[in-house]
């Protein structure tokens, strides 16, 4: 059998290590599969550590342009009619605008090449090369979360197919899922790797590595994209994991005491469920269509899952990583890890589920649990209905006042310009996150509402009052500048309102407002 490497390429979060290779790694090792893993991001940030601030400066990308480097109209920051403000346009390689342009333009190839200019080639060649050039491996597969993964990935499958052609090498990852079709159609992109593993990857990687042993048919490997007569061909079977059939995560081989949120001990993440339980939201973006189906994992195998990872690393906090973690599940999880006896503490995603009732929150307390992030998007019942998300208002108040009387933190995701929201509905949210009690001294995590491929809106946006602005359509872009038809707030208002909501904070907490909980 094929004997593989997989890789997390720079440059993403650093505060834990991610789970897509672990559970890789995991299933692999358990069907008898030689295979290795390594976090380059980790790797890459200490690499540039004594350039960091150099290459992540302003100064740096507008010194690009004012030389005109080949590239540089692909830098510039344009501020459109109801733009998208892009955060890191000033990260060389890796702002999501670079990307998604450059990915579209006639400069790709040579930028991937480019030692000059692409900070990621040295760093593959000095760093990383010379490691695979010793393992001997047959595959090398590379988890793809974020666009801003994506010029490190090509620039070393670049550096692969010239180096070590013999290899072959496989794409994965939630932005290769979202983005399947496009690089389909791009030709030139069969220079650059092998194979693409959409959606789910446990089941299909290992099939993939055994056909290739075998000289098996590849068309049965299940949600694969191959080569075949210069074109991309898709396998004709699909897959989605028995959550029962996984193993524990293996993190072996991680740098897991160099992430960043390892101050109070090891931080690792485990997931007890896939897909989303309500699944209904129009403007998600984790769960992009085909939504895959709900499953969650059994409880005795949750907590094997726990105790295994306590037992090889000594594991003190687990972020359940679930798109929301569904209140029966949640139950029955924090009673056995009370009758287990298990010492961990926790925190997790989940949506203002009346089924969350004051028991099962003092449970999770009891069990652990130190934070849940709740998906509150807007109080308005009128936004609430329009995006389908499923929650009341008086549901909201009464999760919030049992959390507070059991002194159990929690914070808020919401959002600000969604679809038809008004001023006034945008300033009652403000309002309620900054007033009512219990919910006053929480973080609320406040978002600009952003348009991306794979969801109802994206795929319908005038049946939900907007329109994608003309001309700002790219097969690679993620971020889409829209504006809405009737009512609504635009970019440049959401961002005034975040930073009216950032004030009344500020001013709050000055004034001895009380101690503001914090995410672990």
Known sequence: MKKIILL???????DAPPLGTPTLAGFLKSKRIQVRQMDLNVLY????????????????????IKKKVYYHRILHYQKSRGGVAYAFENNPGSSFSFTEKILSSRFLFQYLADEEENPFVCFFMKEVL????KGSYEAVGFSVTAPS?????????????????????????????LYRQALRKRRSFSKLFDFMICFEGETPLFCLLRSLAKNQPLSEVPNLFYQEGGKWKKSRRSSQEDMDRLPPPDFTGLPLTSYLNTQHGLNLTIETSRGCYWN????????????????????????RDMKTLIKRYGVKHLQISNATFSPRQMRDVSRNILS?????????????????????????????????????????????????????????ERIITDAHELHLPIYFQTMIGLP???????????????TFKGAEGRWAAFNACYLTPGNDVFMHPREYGIEILPGERLPFRYFYPFRHLTRGIDQTMAAKLIRLYTSIKEKKSSSGGGPQERVL
């Not at 601030?53 to 990308?61: A, G, M, W």
């Not at 209904?280 to 907590?303: F, N, W």
């Not at 028991?359 to 307390?365: D, Q, R, S, V």
């Open 8 to 14: 997390i390429p720079p440059t993403y979060d650093r």
């Open 340 to 396: 287990e006896g298990i010492r961990i503490s926790w925190w997790t995603m989940a949506r203002f589920d009346s089924a969350f009732d004051r028991e099962t929150l003092k449970l999770a307390k009891e069990a652990g649990c130190v934070m849940i992030g709740f998906g509150l998007e807007s109080i308005n019942q009128r936004v609430l209905n329009f995006i389908e998300k499923g929650i009341h208002r008086d549901i909201i």
């Open 280 to 303: 209904k939201c129009i403007y998600c973006v984790d769960l992009p269509k085909p939504k895959p189906q709900y499953r969650e994992k059994s409880t005795c195998l949750v907590i």
């Open 45 to 64: 940030f200490d690499y540039i550590k004594d350039r960091i601030e150099d290459l992540f400066s302003e100064k740096y990308r507008d010194e690009k």
């Open 130 to 133: 010379p490691s695979l050039r």
């Open 149 to 177: 993964q994506v010029i490190a990935t090509f620039t070393f499958c670049h550096m692969l197919k010239r180096e070590l052609p013999e290899i072959k090498i496989v794409l994965g990852g939630q932005w290769t899922s």
């Open 420 to 434: 038809s929201e008004t001023m006034e509905e945008a300033l009652d949210t403000i309002e309620f996150v900054t």
